[in-house]
């Protein structure tokens, strides 16, 4: 079968831009639930991309982390389990947690997508 206009052939490169989109949309979504708990302590202006880290860039304590979790189980349900996913990392990589790792997690667990 041959794609129409009302198909699309999702195979190979052509897949890469779904999933970019998907990212960059998860992204967004992570970002801006970061910017409300960011907030609450009057930080308005930070730059939230796929290599900023919690705890050095944003300066997230562990209250912030289950704040943070809280929101994700409300946008994404329970397909995103921060506090499992946070549980395979060693206490080296929770201090050094990235958005884009929480991003591609997120990703992952989406249905849809090769891993959700």
Excluded: C, K, W
């Excluded at 880290?53 to 409300?74: K, N, P, Y």
């Amino acid at each position: 079968m041959t794609p129409t206009t009302t198909q699309l052939d999702i195979t190979g490169a052509d897949a890469a831009a779904p999933a970019a989109a998907l990212t960059t949309t998860v992204l967004a979504e992570i970002a801006e639930l970061l910017r409300g708990i960011l907030d609450e302590y009057g930080i308005d202006d930070a730059e939230i991309g796929m290599d900023t880290r919690f705890h050095d860039d944003l300066e997230l304590e562990s209250i912030d982390l289950v704040t943070l979790a809280g929101r994700l189980a409300e946008r994404y349900g329970s397909r995103v389990n921060f506090a499992e996913f946070v549980a395979d990392l060693d206490l080296e990589e929770i201090i050094t947690l990235t958005v884009g790792r929480l991003v591609d997690y997120v990703v992952a667990a989406l249905p849809g997508t090769e891993e959700g």
